[in-house]
Structure formats: C-alpha cells, structure tokens
C-alpha cells in the first residue's frame, strides 16, 4: 500500500484525491490549516483511507508521491508551507497552471517563454523530482479518460526519467492507455503544456463544455 499526499482542496485535489483512494492509495489531504472544512469532509467521507491535515502533514505522510494541485500563482508559498525536507526526494506532480485573473479573462500566464511554474518549482525544490503532467485538461477527464471517445493525449515532462516512468504507470492506472501519453522530456516542455491553457480556456468558452481534450495525430 502507498501512501500518497495531495496538496490543494479544490475541485482538482478532491478529484485527484478520491480516485487515489478509489484505486487503493491511502491519501492525505493538505492544505494551510489542519482543520480545513473540505480536507475534513473528505477524510470523513472515505474512512480508513484518507487522511486530513496541514501542507507539511500531507508531504511527510507521502511515501514517494505528492500532487500539487494548488492555485498556480499560490504554488510555490504552499510547498514551501510543506517543506523542502518533507519533499526531499519525492515526485512532486505538478498539476497546477500559472494563470493570472488579475484584468479578468482571458488570463494572463505568470511564466512563458522562458520560464514555466514546472520549472519553478524545480529551481525552488531541487531535491524533488517535479513532473508535470495533467495540467491541460479537466480533472474529470485527467482521472476517466475513457469519457472523451477514442485517442487523445496526457503529457508528461520532468528532468528524471525515472519519475517520468513511474507517473506514467500511475496514468495508466487511472485509465491512459501507454499509447496515450507522450513523454516531453525535461521539465522545460511545462512551458508548452502551460501555454496550452489560455487555447484551452478558449475552447472552453467557444465550445460550451470542460469534455474535450487535445489529440496529436501521427501520419501512418
């Protein structure tokens, strides 16, 4: 049995986090206080399982894997909150987009070009292997891929090829076919994934719905 850490209380976390302990991974929720209303409820929802607590609480309950589904512009203050030495040698997922609502939508990408909040994280937390994988789509679909019909992709990228390995087999736990999941390499492909976000939104808003994903089509 391992035991997983989920850093965030949003709709991205709670999902993460109940179809974690769906596949049989004791969880913990964390998030800035202890007695979160929404890490609590889940804790008492799915019983011996899951687990509630602080920022710092989830990283040192992680045996190897902690998800950040934190606000994107708030990522790097929560790790911080979870401690470089709770983190150290641990995958780090990064779910989280550096999005800036600040002039109202469209949004704004704190980091681009030159810098992704994939990379950030890494230069803040250079003894954990940050993979960032997840971040362009819904959560429902990240965890039910079979919801979309037919092909279409998950991206992953980090500097450790061992870490990208190891959350791909996870993917695939949640439903990704190999196939499916295309491995960017390092972790600054997270500039590419993260500008997919403002295509994304877009599509959203022109479309009418969160169910739609991106698909690479490959000539035979």
Known sequence: MSKIGVLGTGMVGQAIA???VGKGYEVCMGSRSAENEKAVAFAEKYGDLANNGTFADAAVFADEIVFNCTNGHASITALELAGSENL???ILIDVANPL???NGMPPKLLFCNDSS????IQNHFPDSMVVKSLNTMNCEIMLHPEGIPGDHNVFVCGNDSG???KVSELLQEFGWKADNII???DITAARGTEMLLPLWLRLFSK???VEFNFNI????
Do not use: C, H, M
């Not at 909040?117 to 950030?120: A, K, S, T, V």
């Not at 089509?217 to 035979?220: F, N, S, T």
């Open 88 to 90: 150290k040698g641990k």
């Open 18 to 20: 109940s179809r974690l």
């Open 183 to 185: 491995d960017l390499g």
């Open 207 to 209: 479309i009418g719905t």
């Open 100 to 102: 800036d609502f600040t």
């Open 117 to 120: 909040l994939g990379e950030q």
């Open 217 to 220: 089509v490959r000539k035979p």
């Open 163 to 165: 870490a990208r390995t």
